[in-house]
Every structure is written in structure tokens, then in C-alpha cells.
């Protein structure tokens, strides 16, 4: 069940910080390795809005942690172990997570088992319910800790973590519904119990009867008859045994004392209904500036404060001019064969009116006037390259016509043949272009070393990418430029052009129209175009802007065109950068979760999620150089440097998450969006899940359809029926679904 249903866990980036409230990485968990993992850090078992825990920010949950210290018994026999939660739980998917009190000694309390259970549940959108649901299992099953069950809990990790993970075909809600309607279960279920699930079966059956009967003779009676249905039958001594569990199963729960019948918590509790949320909102992280280093971090506040925007625009600016001024003079060496350039793709959106010129301008103003001073120093010289280029073009015409006559010798040819052949003309100096066609960016390249960036507030470089301009377009050299893949060009009419090591930096601010024909553009997804850009969707500031704003001193800003002319004078040639072994270890560290997550919560955006470390190494290299832009190649980058790329790598992450989900690359979402419309359009206030393969006939199995509804709770939109399932041994129930009436009404 735990492949098409996992357990979903949220973890933090630390473990043991009882003041951190922030867990942002989802996993979802369907075996042991993934959970140990998983469980070395923090984790929470439900969604937060802004992954902020809190019962108030409660969104989603698909997983029920509770926690067994054993503290309600001194006596060991009365201990509960891994092994009765398994058979307390029979077919009930769980993760047993030992604690690090796990037989040690506790505050005053002997060593003895001590574990979490989190269990695989329905999802669940109310916080109060949940909470509710909590406190159910702990009538229940006293034997748990009535100090854990608030819906904001977490549990502290363990190194290394210690785990077993135990599969299932029912959800704890679905166990509960059994019990609490057993002698309904009892009297008109009556079908054969196949080899497979009959252990299973019987305990849960066992469980049923108890609960109901006590540990009487006519429970034991009941379970012996329910027994017979085995085919082929267990042998005698294996029944005595799964009796022999249920009456210490009863004995300790009714040791453990607040046992109650489940006729008492049988009645479900209607829904609480909230507005479902947007499939086009996110609560995205804001740029952590603080990781940029100085000058440049006065400098993007400064900016941000005077034209009133969100300080993301600036900050992730800055990172693609420092690309600029380095690229092509540093590459960053991962390990002995893995190296990384420093030029990089920054893409911002945002709607028009946000100023997105304005911040690019402030931002770029050292670059053009680094350009231009450069330019006039080389006016000269230019204007005398060009003169002697001119001659040389003419003594060649003249030495031809003289050839064609048989008047020149071949020594003559030769000696001009190298003239030309040694002339290097001197052009000015082109940091930037705004839009450019493909083959005019391979000729800018030729020209600069190279090395060539675009810079633009408006994105018609996607249009020409497109094909607007052109039926034939060529992207290669954006995918080489990016990698630094040698680019060769060959043209009838045109001199050939061969580009060793090329480095592109682009630097774009677009409206979202933009985007979304970056991200539905086939050809561009397909060739791993998308996937080279670092995305970048900052909160709009309109409607909160003010008139008066503190200009930007001038002190940040001769701090910032400082570094900037130094990084601009650097002359240095594919120098390389190395990491410390710190750094290395923080790299390696984030490169082992981010391969563990491609197969799962980033199995969406995997195009763009396998670039991501590298990526991260390359901004590391970018901080390095803006740290130490006098000798970045003599100092090593440090493990603090690699932790604060790491930060503003995860802050894109999340933004690259949201981007794909709204251009509808996230085939979750959009599969989502359209079982919603249908359920509209039929004004479906209830319905099972068998119902909605049969409305949308696109899902054709289980496993493509139960992510769909996985996401349509998690968002608010639906929620399953309470206890409205019948257990049927050997058979999966289908789910039935309730629609929020919001839907239903046009408020969604």
C-alpha cells in the first residue's frame, strides 16, 4: 500500500533545535532506507502553510505520530513493544522511528522500549479533527503518550537513525471503522479468508471481538468459529497464538487504564470545511540575503528600499552580474573530474508595474560604466585596428589581382597570407547584449573571449527562441553556453567559427506571459533548456509601496562598483577554484538528499532537480569570488560559503518548484485541476474512487489516480468520508470522497 499511498514526512535541516520551526523538506517515505534517512533530522508529519509549524498554520496530513515511552507501567511485562504494535495494527502501514531514549535511562525512569509510531492514515485537512483523531487513539491505546498529542508535533532525529518500516493494506481510520463497527462486521460479513491474509485477517478479527466481548469465553468462542474461514485453515497452534496476542493486547490496554468502548467515539464529527487553496498560490522563501556577502548585501537592501521592491529582484540580480564579470576566469572543481563554470541562467518573474527596469538598471549601472570608460581608453587603438585592417584587405586585393596575372611570387603570398593570418583587431569592448539572434550571439562570442551575456527587463530573447522571428531556430549555443561545450559553426558564405570553453550568462526579468512559453515550449523542456535557468518569483510589492524612500547612499554604491570594477579587471583565464573540506562535505552531503528525492518529491521537475547541485557549486563560486575578489584561486572555498550556497540553492528550489507547478509542468497538479473541473461539472458532492475513473477516463490505473486525490486533499478541495468504510478481508474498499461545498458553489 505504502507505493501508491506513502507517508508523507516533512524534515528540518537540523536536528535536536527545539526553537526551529521550520521544516521544508518532503519526503515521501515507502521503505526503511528512505526513512533513515529521513529521520536523522527533525521531522513533522503534516503540512504547514510557509512549512512554519504551528497548530494554527496546520494544512494537510497523511500520517498520525504518536509517541511509546512505556512510562505507564514499571513492570516489563506490561512493556509495549514494536512487535505488539504490529500486532495490535495488523495491516495498518507504519514507521517505528526508536527514539534516543530507546533502553536508556530517563529522567527517573528505568531503560525500557521507547519509540514513535507514525501510522498511514486518510488525509486529514482539519486541524481541530486531527487533534481530535489524536485523542481517539489515545482512549484507545493508553498506552501512548498523552503529552504528544497536539497537531503540531514533532519528533527530535536520531544519528543514526534507527527504523523499520512495516506495510499494510488499511489506513488506521479504516481499522478504526472496523472496530467500532465489528458486530455489524461480525454478522454479515462471512467470505472465505485466503492464504495471505488469514494472520492478518484473524488478528484484526481477534481485536474486533475482544474489544466487543472482553477476554470471555464467548470472545474466545467467536474468534475459534471466524477461524474456520481460513483457506487452507491455519494449524491450531498458530490460532492459539494470535488469541494468546489479543488477550495481552486487552490486558495491557486495560492496565494501562482510560479505556473505553469504541461505541464512544464511533459517531463521526462533521467536517470542518476551509476555503481550498489556490493551485496557482504558493508560499514561496524569500531571498535569504543574508548569505550574500558584503558590499553587496548594503547594496541590494539599498536598492530594494529606493525603488520599493521586493529585495529578491536585487539579490538574485546581483548574482548574475557577479557571473557576468567572472565567467570565463574561474571554473569551480566539485571533485578531481567534476568542474562547474561560474557563468549562470537567472530568470525573474513578475507582472508588469514592479519596476523590474528600474532594479536592473541600478543593478548593471557598474557594468555599463566599466563598458564605456574601457571603450574610450580603446577609441584609439580601435580606429588604428580598424585602418590597418583596411590596408591589409587592400594589399591582399591588389596581391590577388597581381596573382591572377602570374606577376606575384609565391613568397609574396605567404608573407601576406601571414600578416593576416597574425592581425588580431581590436573591438570594443561588449559585456552585454539585450535581444539577440542565435547566430549573432555565436559571433559575439567569437568576438569577446568567448564570452558574452544578455541582459533584459523584457524577455523577447524568448521570442526569438521561439521561432517568431525565424522558422529555423537554433538553440545550441544557449544549451553550449551554459556548459561550456565547445561550439562549432560552420556556414556556406561565412567564415567558420570555433568557440572553445564558451560562457553565457543570462540575466532576465519577464512577466509570467513569458515564462509560460518558456515552460510550454516542447523543444526547450526536451533539450534541457528549462531546466539550465535558476527561477525566481519574488512577492509583489504593489499596493504597499510608498512615496517618500531613503535614497541609496553613496557609500553602497561606490561599494558595489568597486567590486565590480575589480571583478570586471581580473584578467585571470579558467583558473581554477577549489573547496576545503568543509565545503566538501556540505556538497556531498546535499548531493545524497537531492539524489534521494529525484524519485520522489522531485520526480516532477527531474529535468531541472538533476542540475540542481551543480548549480549550488557554481554559486558557491560566484560568493568566493565576490568574497576574495583579489586572489579567489589561492583560497579554498570554505564550508560557511558552501553552507550559504546551499541556503540561497534551496531558496531557488522552492521557486522552481512553483514555477513548473504553474506553467503547468507539474503533471500532479494539472492531472488534479482537471478531475476538479469534472467534478464541477457533475456536481459531485460525494463520490468513491472507482466514480472518478469512470468520470475521467485518462486514469487508467490505481497509481495514476491516487496521487491526483492526494493532492486534491491536501489542497482543501476534497476530503474522504469518515468511518465510511466496511473492512473486507482480501479485497481494498473504494474510498469515498466528500467535495468541500465551496467547490460546488463557485466559491473554488
Partial sequence: MLKDNPIIVYAAECRGNLENCTYRKRTEITDAETAAETFRFDCVFARYKNDYRSKETFLWSNALPMDCDN????????????????????????????????????????????????????????????????????????????????SARFFIGTEPAEVIVVDGDITLNMLLAQIADNEDFLLNYREPIPEGKRNSTLTQIGACIIKRYGD????????????????????????????????????????????????????????????????????????????????????????????????????VESLGVVALCSQGKYFIRGNADWMEPLNTYVVIILPPAERKSAVMSLMVSPIESFEKESNTVLRAKIIESQMKQEALEKEKRALVDKASKGKATDEELQKKASELAKFNSVKALRLFVDDVTSEKLTSVLAENKGRAAIVSAEGGIFDILSGLYSKNVNIDVFLKGHSGDTIRVDRIGRESESIIHPALTMLLAVQPEVLNGLMS???????????????????????????????????????????INALLSDDADREPIELSAEAEAVLEALFNEIEGRLNNDLADITDWAGKFVGAVLRIAGILHIAQNPAMPMFVGVSGETMERAVSIGRYFLEHAKAAYALMGADQVNKNAEYLLTAIKRDKLSEFSRRDAMRLCRRFKTVDSLQPVLNRLCEYGYIAPKPAQTTFNPGRKPSEVYLTNPIVLNDGA
Fill in 71 to 150: 512510562d505507564h507501567s514499571e513492570d516489563p511485562r506490561g512493556w509495549i513493544t514494536p512487535e505488539d504494535i504490529n500486532f495490535y495494527f495488523a495491516g495498518v502501514p507504519h514507521i517505528i522511528h526508536f527514539s534516543r531514549h530507546h533502553m536508556e535511562w530517563k529522567d527517573d525512569k528505568s531503560p525500557r522500549p521507547r519509540f514513535h509510531v507514525i501510522f498511514l492514515i486518510d488525509p486529514m485537512t482539519s486541524e481541530s479533527e486531527y487533534a481530535k483523531f489524536k485523542k481517539q487513539i489515545m482512549s484507545l491505546y493508553p498506552y501512548f503518550d498523552d503529552g504528544a498529542t497536539d
Fill in 216 to 315: 470471555t469465553q464467548e470472545a474466545y468462542e467467536r474468534f475459534l468459529a471466524e477461524s474456520k474461514r481460513c483457506e487452507p485453515p491455519l494449524e491450531d497452534a498458530e490460532i492459539e497464538q494470535i488469541w494468546k496476542s489479543r488477550q495481552n493486547f486487552f490486558q495491557k490496554i486495560v492496565k494501562a487504564g482510560g479505556w473505553k468502548t469504541p461505541e464512544a467515539y464511533s459517531a463521526s464529527a462533521p467536517i470542518e470545511w476551509d476555503t481550498p487553496i489556490p493551485f496557482d498560490e504558493y508560499a514561496l522563501p524569500s531571498f535569504p540575503v543574508e548569505a550574500l556577502p558584503e558590499p553587496i548585501r548594503t547594496f541590494v537592501f539599498a536598492v530594494s528600499e529606493s525603488t520599493q521592491t521586493s529585495v529578491d529582484m536585487a539579490a
Fill in 521 to 563: 515550449n516542447s523543444t526547450f523542456r526536451g533539450r534541457g533548456l528549462t531546466a539550465r535557468f535558476l527561477y525566481s518569483m519574488p512577492k509583489s510589492a504593489v499596493g504597499t509601496r510608498s512615496f517618500q524612500t531613503t535614497p541609496i547612499p553613496e557609500k553602497a554604491k561606490e561599494g558595489y562598483a568597486t567590486l
